[in-house]
């Protein structure tokens, strides 16, 4: 019997990359699921984001994994999209066991006194408050159904320590550390753990891109794939340009499971040193 036969798993920004591994990884283990993405381009956001039919191939994966699913395309931003999803999730399965909060975008970089009031708040509004959305629609639910659970908030190592010129998202993720372990204490009577997991760089679209090449390699127009990896690799003390997003995927697994019973108001760092670096 897989870890998660029957479970709920609802996670934000399912359409690609973390949030897809992370969907097609539970559904291997039996788990039924309610996905969501935006599935459209933020103006503030310099690379391009997931569409609809990112979204339905994740939905496909899943099915072909032999799992029940509930999708739709809700703006993290948005209370009542992200809930009428959750909802939708909830009337098909019941109370959810599993909350991923892994939607996240960065802006166009620069310093904090160069930064667009626009482009700050369009951070703050996906990686912390789409977070907390996210959350929020799920465990008025979770916590009258009584049978405890698992939420976990995609961090950063930008949430755990400071990186110049994504000051937006170093704040962003710093605000969701403190919501996960303020959910961690308010949750525990209730048997529902709250913890994070912070990826480091991770070989999804929201780092292999051109704005991406800029911030790492800000002395150099059109740096190439090789430049931009090697300044990567360097800041990592393992050495390493990437993980892969199954690397972030186990993490998150584990901290899901009943194996993690004991472990609440942490985070997991998956990230090649970076965060202590
Ligand atoms: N890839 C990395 O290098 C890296 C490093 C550290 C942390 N992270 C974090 O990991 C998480 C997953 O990112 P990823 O690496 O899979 O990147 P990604 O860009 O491939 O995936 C992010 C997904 O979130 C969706 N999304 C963005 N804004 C949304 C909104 N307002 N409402 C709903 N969905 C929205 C996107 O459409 C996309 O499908 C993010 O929280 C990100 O900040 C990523």
């Not at 999730?89 to 904090?112: C, K, R, T």
């Not at 626009?118 to 789409?130: E, N, P």
């Amino acid at each position: 019997m897989a870890d998660f036969d029957g479970k709920v798993v609802a996670i934000s920004g399912a359409a690609r990359g973390q949030g897809r591994s992370h969907a097609v990884r539970f559904a291997k283990e039996g788990a039924r699921l309610v996905l969501f993405d935006i599935c459209g381009q933020m103006s503030e956001v310099p690379y391009a984001m997931a569409t609809k039919n990112d979204l339905d191939e994740t939905v496909r994966l899943v099915q072909e994994a032999g799992a029940e699913v509930v999708s739709g395309v809700a703006d993290a931003r948005t209370y009542d999209e992200v809930a009428a999803v959750m909802q939708s999730g909830i009337d098909a399965f019941g109370s959810p066991d599993v909350v991923v909060a892994n939607a996240g975008i960065w802006s166009e970089a620069g310093a904090l006194w160069e930064m667009t009031p626009k482009d700050f708040r369009a951070v703050v509004d996906v990686d912390l408050i789409g977070a907390w959305h996210t959350f929020r629609a799920a465990l008025p639910t979770m916590v009258d159904a009584g049978k405890g659970g698992s939420i976990i908030a995609t961090i950063s190592a930008a949430g755990l320590k400071p990186l110049q010129n994504i000051g937006n998202y170093v704040a962003a993720k710093h605000g969701l550390v403190g919501l996960v372990k303020t959910a961690a204490l308010e949750l525990a009577p209730h048997g529902i753990r709250a913890n994070c997991v912070s990826p480091g760089n991770t070989n999804t679209p929201i780092f292999r891109n051109d704005a991406m090449k800029r911030l790492f390699v800000p002395d150099q127009d059109e740096p190439s794939d090789d430049v931009f990896l090697s300044r990567a690799a360097g800041m990592v003390p393992l050495g390493v340009p990437y993980m892969e997003p199954g690397d972030i995927t186990e993490a998150v697994l584990w901290l899901a499971s009943d194996h993690a019973r004991y472990v609440t108001g942490t985070n997991i760092s998956v990230d090649g040193g970076s965060a202590i670096s």
